[in-house]
C-alpha cells in the first residue's frame, strides 16, 4: 500500500501560572506537544504510519481525490525497483498537495506492517521514515510547500508477499484531506494467479471531482425586498459599483435555495443561520480564499470554537470570483435534508443572519477581525422577500458604551464643574435643606456611579464573563469602576469643614477623581475600537476627541476667570473678597457670575452636542 499525509497543525498550550512542580510538569508536557507538532508539521510522522489517519481534528473529505498514483511496472521479483509517482489529476480543479506519507503493504493484509523501502528521487522534498521494522520503509514530505508530483523509489524485499498494493492519503490543506486513496496492484512474478504482464505502466484513475465555475458578473442589489431577500451592510449598499459592500441575498426556487454572498475580504467570507444573537450552534457557509480560487463548504459552529467542516455535501451549483480583494461566492442549497444530517438547519424555518469575515492561511480561517453583522429580526428563509437590515454590535454593548458616554463625557463633567466653579454664584440658595451646589454636585456623581455600575455589568452580562480579546479595556474598566466605589466611600467618611484633617480629604478626593477621570476617557477611546462596538473611524475618534478637549478647555478658562485673569488682570485673593463688600465689587461679582452661567451653558451645548453625534453613531453601528 502507498498512503500519503500532510503536515499537522502546529500545536499551541496555555496555561495559567503554576507554582514549582506543577509549573515544570506543564513545560514538560508543552515541550512535548510543541515538538510533535512541528515534527508533524516537517513530515516526520511515523507515529501515523499505522492508520495514516491525520490529527487534524477534521473528518476526511467525503469528495472524489483529485491525485493519482503510478507505476512504471505491474509485477516484480525480490530485489527489483519500482518507481511510484504521486501527481495531481489533470483538470480536477486542484493546483497542487503539500505533504505526504508514502507505504506500500500486503494487498491481502492491508493493515498489516509496511512491505520493502524506498529510496529518494525527491531528496529536497521527500525524506524516508521508519515504519515497522525496516528503516526507510515510507517516504514523506519535509515541509508544507506546494507540491504537484512526488516520486520515490521502492524496492521489493527478499521475501516479498504475492501481491503488493500502493494507497495514499492526501492532505490538500489542514482541513481538507483524503485518507488511503487506493493504488495500483503490483505482483510477483511466478506466484499463483498472477495475471499476465502489461507492458503499459500501471495506474489508478482517481475520481475527478467537478471544478467550481467561476462567476462571470458581479452581484446586484437589483430586486433586494422584491425578487429576493438582502442583508447589505452599509444598508442599500450595491456590490456591483461598491467593493466595501457586505451583501447576502436568497432566492428561494422550488426545492432549493440560492444563496450570494459578496464582500471583501483577505482571507473568507462566511454566513451563518443561528435561533438567536449568539455564536454557537450555528449553520454556517464559508467562502474561503485559497491562493487564486475559492473554496465552498458548508460548516457547523459549537459553541465559540471554529467552524467544523461538514463531512456530507450539501451544496450545488457552486461558484465564485475574486476581484479586487472582494471576494464573491453561490451555491445551492436543498430546503429539506435527509434527518441524518442533523447539522444542517431546515430552510422553512425562522433564523437570525450572520455575516462575517477575516483571514485565512492555508484553507485554516482565523477569528473574524470585525464584529459580525447580524440581522435585527429572524426571518424565514423561504419567506416573503426583505430588504433586511442588520447591526455589528449587540444591543447590550450600544447601552454601555452609551451610559459610560453619559458618565464620563457628560455627568461627571458637570458635577466637578459645579463644585469647583458655582460655591460662591448660590451662597444663600438651598435644597432639601443642603446648599444648591452640593446637592446638584452630589446627584450628578451619584448619577455617574449608578451609570458606570449598570454599564460595567452589561458586557460580562452579553460575553457570560470575561472577554479575552478586548486587551487593556477590560482591565481599565474596573479600576475606574473600583475609584468609582471609592469616591463616594471617602465623601460619606469626610471630616467636618473646620477639621485639621479637611485638607487630606480634599487632595485623596480631588486625586482620585481625577485619576478615575482620566482612566475613564482612555478606556472609552479604546472601547469605540473594540470589535463589539466599532465606530467607524477615524471622525468617530475625532469627535470623541472633541468631546473631550472641549470640556478641557471649558474648565481651564473658568480656572483662569476664578483666578480673575480674564476680568480684572489681577489676583484678588477669597479673603480680600469678604472685607470688600463694596457696592463696585457687588457688581464686579454679578458680572463674574453672569460670566460663568454663560460659559456653562455654552459648554452644556457643545457637550450635548458631542454626545447627540456619538450616541447616533453607536445607534447605528
Known sequence: MLYVQVELRQGRVEWDKMPGPHLLLVVVVAVCLINTAFGFANGKVSLAC???MPQHGHDSSSKPAPYNITLDKPTFSPGDHITVTLLVVPMSGSTSFKGFLIEARDAENPDGPAVGSFSLLNPSESQLLHCGHTQGSAVSHTSKSKKTEIQALWEAPKNPPASVQFMATVVQKYKVYWVQIPGPVVFLNGATGVPPPNPTPTSTTAAVTTPLSVLTRPFSSEGCGRSKSCLRDPVGCDPDRDPLCFFLSFTPEERTVLFELSGPADGYLSFALSLDKYMGNDDVYLCVRDGDSVDIN???????????????????DTAWQLADGVIQCRFRRDILLPRQIASRFSLDQSYFLFIAHGRAGDGVIHRHDHQPLISTHQTVITGPPEDLAGSRSPLLIKFHGVFMLVAWMTTVTTGVIIARYFKHDWPETTLFGRRLWFQVHRALMILTVLLTCVGFSLPFIYR????????????????????????PIMALLRPATDSSRRYIFNWMHLGTGTIARILAVVAIFLGIQQQALLLPGPWSTGVLAGCVVWGVLVELLLEFHSKAVIVTGRTLAEDEEKILGTHSDNERQRKVSRFRKIVFAVFLLGNVGFLSVLINTIRNV
Open 50 to 52: 499505522g492508520d495514516m
Open 464 to 487: 457570560g464573563g470575561w472577554s479575552r480579546h478586548a486587551g487593556s479595556h477590560p482591565y481599565l474598566g474596573c479600576t475606574v469602576m473600583a475609584l468609582s466605589f471609592i469616591q
Open 298 to 316: 458548508a460548516a457547523y459552529v459549537s459553541g465559540r470554537t471554529h467552524p467544523e467542516l461538514a463531512s456530507e455535501n450539501v451544496l450545488s
